[in-house]
């Protein structure tokens, strides 16, 4: 048996909201350089869009999301794949627990500066948009595929990043592509161990214009060799013990990078829904924002009374770059 790791990200570009990184983590027969979890998961699911109840798009979070679409897509595939996992989250608190019941690491902001934000003080319930039934019915689907394939789904880990500690990341590594890579790296250590034997594939969507990762990896590492096989624009490879890992363009093309997308995406809109609905019952008629650069701006003057009335600092509120 192998490991097929796959890796991405939501929310790296936003001033508002947190930033979501999560891996997907399957064991499949023989090596995962070969093993097609598309045709494996074929009966369930597909890179398609569907109106069929029975089967899940997976692909890129841009291809299966959309405001006037609605969350339907993204919560069928992320709650039914988690419920393989026997993860039945009825809250959104309860849903990032699931997925990371530790989120800060040590070297982040200490405990007693970090604020937990406000309208995170209000829940939300689950399933928002698919019956709890249906989704059974679908992780019963996924679970048959696996036992005729041989694949099975063993973790789904993410991380949540909200604006305070993002700011300290990226104050530490004085770069926000670095504090990027450092957040996704330190996640694939916490669900991959470089001295297992079993071969494993990890495959990660590139981080923006880096073309080298060894220097990255070697941090994360305990003085495990790195072989560099190729570094390039499309795609970057390296070999640590059996593990071959690929930062590549476009990498949502694979199975668990797709998975791992949409769970970003919906972690995300989900957060940004509570986020919304805090600001607006304190400021009457405000209109809603999915925290881009230019809404942000216009969103952060129009709630500016209201925050300092409030006593949220900029720090809490507020993703520096």
């Known amino acids: 048996m192998g490991l097929l790791i796959g890796m991405d990200e939501a929310g790296y ?15 499949v027969p023989g090596s995962p350089r070969e093993f097609d979890l598309w045709s494996a998961m074929a009966d369930i699911a597909s890179p398609a869009a569907t109106k069929d109840p029975r089967r899940l798009q997976i692909a890129d979070s841009k291809q299966v999301y959309s405001p006037g679409q609605g969350l ?8 039914s794949a988690l419920q393989m996992l026997d993860h039945r989250p009825r809250t959104l608190s309860q849903l990032c627990r699931a997925l990371n019941p530790e989120p800060f690491t040590a070297e982040e902001t200490p405990p007693n500066n970090r604020q937990q ?6 829940d939300l319930p689950l399933p928002t948009e698919v019956e709890a039934s249906r989704i059974a019915d679908l992780a019963t689907k996924w679970l048959e595929c696996g036992r005729q394939s ?6 789904i880990r993410s991380e949540i990043v909200h604006p305070q500690r993002f700011n300290a990341l990226v104050r530490a590594c004085d770069n926000k592509a670095l504090a990027l890579s450092r957040i996704s790296l330190g996640l694939l250590r916490s669900v991959w161990n470089p001295d297992a034997e079993p071969p494993t594939l990890v495959i990660c969507d590139k981080h923006g214009g880096r073309n080298r990762y060894d220097d990255l990896l070697a941090e994360v590492l305990d003085g495990q060799m790195i072989f560099s096989v190729g570094e390039g624009r499309e795609r970057s490879v390296y ?10 363009m476009k990498a949502e093309a694979n199975f668990p990078v797709a998975l791992a997308s949409l769970v970003c995406k919906y972690v995300r809109e989900l957060s940004m829904h509570v986020f919304n609905q805090f600001w607006a019952e304190h400021v009457p008629g405000l209109k809603p924002t999915a925290g881009y650069p230019v809404d942000a701006a216009r969103f952060r003057t129009d709630i500016a009374e209201a925050q300092q009335r409030l006593g949220i600092t900029d720090d809490v509120l507020w993703r520096e770059r």
């Open 117 to 122: 934000p406000a309208w995170l003080e209000s």
């Open 150 to 155: 041989g694949a099975t789904l063993k973790a």
């Open 72 to 79: 339907v897509a993204l919560e069928k595939a992320v709650l």
């Open 13 to 27: 570009g936003p001033n508002l909201g947190p930033l979501v990184v999560t891996v997907t983590v399957w064991e």
């Open 239 to 248: 070999r640590i013990g059996s593990t071959e890992i690929r930062f590549q």
